[in-house]
């Protein structure tokens, strides 16, 4: 597949390259120079950013069910099995 570059020096990356790699509007690319070869490589997203949020559920929170858990352990309500 051969593309030019504009005057501007734009390159389009073609639709099926663009969806086959999961390449959106305001996705981050690095030029990779690999000695005469370029690369358009996509940048990784940051870990931490990108994981915020994952644990975020419907669900009781675990604080909470802790802190309920510490609670019945103090009043001795709490079933102890040994």
Known sequence: MTI?????????????????????????IQIVDYGGVLAIVPVKDNPIESSAGMLAGKGKSLTKAL????EQELKGDYDRKL
């Open 4 to 28: 030019k570059i504009s005057i501007k020096g734009w390159v389009v990356i073609p639709a099926n390259l663009r969806k086959r790699y999961h390449l959106k509007p305001g996705t981050e």
């Open 67 to 70: 802190i309920e858990d510490h």
